[in-house]
């Protein structure tokens, strides 16, 4: 019921491409859907979020696509370049009572852009 | 600007030998406080969440222990640790703006923990 499906484990992108990343999830109650970019050695980063109440976020070359009927959503990077070179994961969460978001993450999807 | 800091980097300590991971919070009140921990290659798991100081839940059963002691700190320790408490913790934080939780979550640099 809390898990978040990620999808491709790796990926490999040329240069100036689209890398796409789908995840899928169980939970109807999940409000708020992030995506976080994590370099070799760090904490991850937020990225971009997208609510269910719209189907698509764009931020730069980062767009969210959301499906809520699928329980689907998905990353895309547009003209993808080596420095977008890292892992992703995507999560999901409920905001509780008290406020408290629990995130639920996929496995992470490792992308490497060529030149 | 809201800063958040873990120590140390890298630790490597003997199975057996007690643990403790701090994480302070800068730049902002009353956080909500995570510990993560990240298995090489994998994902991230909740280990333990924080409302408030002295308020701690537990997420999974371990080896493990969290503590709030004061409102911008929280810290991971064991008594004992197993090699399999070998992995990247990560501390993050999100913070309540009056009745309405922020979604947003945001982690710190890590600690690259090996548990010899």
């Known amino acids: 019921q809390q898990q978040v499906k990620q999808s491709p484990q790796s990926l490999i992108v040329q240069k100036g491409g689209i890398s796409i990343i789908n995840c899928a999830y169980e939970?109807?109650?999940?409000?708020?859907f992030p995506w976080y970019q994590q370099f070799p050695g760090k904490g991850p980063a937020l990225l971009i979020a997208?609510?269910?109440?719209?189907s698509e976020k764009k931020e730069g070359r980062f767009t969210i696509s959301f499906n809520k009927s699928a329980k689907q959503f998905s990353l895309h990077i547009m003209d993808s370049q080596p420095g977008d070179s890292a892992t992703y994961f995507c999560?999901?969460?409920?905001?509780?009572?008290?406020?408290?978001?629990?995130?639920?993450f996929g496995t992470g999807t490792r992308l490497t852009i060529i030149p | 600007s809201q800063t958040i800091h873990q120590w140390p980097a890298t630790l490597v300590q003997p199975v057996g030998s007690p643990l403790s991971l701090e994480c302070t919070v800068e730049?902002?009140?009353?956080?909500?406080l995570y510990w993560y921990r990240q298995a090489a290659g994998r994902g991230l798991q909740l280990l333990f969440y924080s409302v408030g100081i002295g308020q701690i839940s537990s997420e999974v059963p371990q080896n493990l222990s969290a503590s709030r002691p004061q409102d911008r700190q929280f810290i991971l320790s064991s008594k004992k640790l197993l090699l399999s408490d070998s992995g990247f913790y990560l501390c993050a934080w999100s913070v309540l703006y009056g009745t309405e939780a922020s979604y947003e979550q945001y982690f710190g640099p890590g600690t690259r923990l090996t548990v010899t």
């Open positions: 999560a999901a969460s409920k905001v509780s009572n008290f406020g408290n978001e629990k995130l639920t």
């Open positions: 730049g902002t009140s009353n956080p909500n």
């Open positions: 997208i609510r269910p109440d719209v």
């Open positions: 939970n109807t109650a999940f409000d708020y």
